[in-house]
């Protein structure tokens, strides 16, 4: 049985004050978190705040992005070195808006994950299409490409220790959210082709994670879908509140 893992990006939003309220709401309100693991997501900037505040709790602590060097003349960049010094124990990367605003590619996603892998943190790789390729019937051939290009050279042992999360970027931000139908068709997807590149035992132990507009109402039914393994949340996981009934409603799912 896969653990179910419920991540919040907090995007660019949160300061360090504003990071720490929240994160002091999120342990108030979230009593029993044994049946999945919970993360938060904040800016480079509040990770360190972050993980003092999430001491002796179970709840884990990610970072949105990462450079590939663990040191150098790269101006502006966090290494996997740092993120692993300041408490993070995981790393998204790929997400769309990074990808749309940011130039990254497959290539540097690939990059990225290795590094992370080396320092122990655990990637959380955003995969997804956009509207016109799904409108135009190209989303299982835009997922397979940046499953291909993304995770190229990534062992079986390697691949384990991954999480993916499957983000349909017509479904970020836009309160569109995809039909539990059309999300575990996609995450069905990304299994077989996981048991097709890995084998079948890996393939099944792999999480994937339906991000795009998760909201408490929604979850549940998301969340009962065979291959749909937790959530990665944007604007709900900015209230304790929505995000804490997020996670309470897709435990009711399990
Ligand atoms: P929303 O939940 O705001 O749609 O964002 C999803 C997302 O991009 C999470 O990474």
Known sequence: MRKPIIAGNWKLNKTNPEAVELITQIRRDLTDVSKVDVVVCPVFLALADAHDVLLETNIGLGAQNLYWEDSGAFTGEVSAPMLKAAGAQYVIIGHSERRQYFGETDQTVNKKIKAALKYDLTPIVCVGEVLAERESGKAFEVIKTQCQGGFAGITAAEMGRLVIAYEPVWAIG?????????????????????????????????????????????????????????????GASLKADSFAAIIKNSLSAA
């Open 174 to 234: 836009t309160g569109k959210t995809a039909t539990p139908a059309q999300a575990q068709e996609v995450h069905q997807f990304i299994r077989k082709w996981l048991a097709d590149t890995y084998g079948q035992d890996l393939a099944q132990t792999v999480r994937i994670q339906y991000g795009g507009s998760v909201k408490p109402e929604n979850a549940k039914e998301l969340m009962g879908q065979a291959d749909i393994d937790g959530f990665l949340v944007g």
